[in-house]
């Protein structure tokens, strides 16, 4: 399935964001995920729709978002936003331009406009 151009901001802010469609959850889990697109570890925190405003076509954070920190050393190379705080079902996903080597006990967060979701035509 593709999204026409014209309406990829609409897709992207029906799943995302306070106008988003009632069939999608009002929290979301922050989860870190590896090259591979696999769950490392949940954050342990969560996210609110309300933070995420329109941006370029999709939707962005609008504040930074606290995620915790590492329970060990990882390369994390991207974000999901789950339905339950165990991880339940992938809402979505964001990959990183690069991967990242945290270690134990780092405080983890995404800043202001750092995680963006668009759909692709």
Do not use: C, K
Not at 5 to 17: E, F, I, K
Not at 35 to 43: D, E, Q
Not at 69 to 85: E, K, N, Q, R, S
């Amino acid at each position: 399935m593709s999204v026409g151009a014209a309406y990829t901001g609409r897709a992207a802010r029906a799943v995302v964001g306070p106008a988003r469609s009632t069939l999608f959850p009002s929290v979301l889990h922050v989860g870190w995920l590896d090259g591979a697109g696999s769950l490392i570890a949940m954050s342990g925190r969560t996210v609110a729709q309300s933070n995420f405003a329109e941006s370029s076509g999709g939707v962005a954070n609008v504040a930074a978002i606290d995620a915790g920190v590492a329970g060990g050393a990882w390369t994390i190379a991207g974000v999901g936003l789950f339905d339950a705080a165990s991880g339940g079902s992938l809402v979505l996903a964001a990959a990183s331009p690069s991967a990242v080597e945290v270690s134990a006990g780092q405080p983890l967060s995404i800043p202001a406009v750092g995680l963006v979701f668009t759909v692709v035509a």
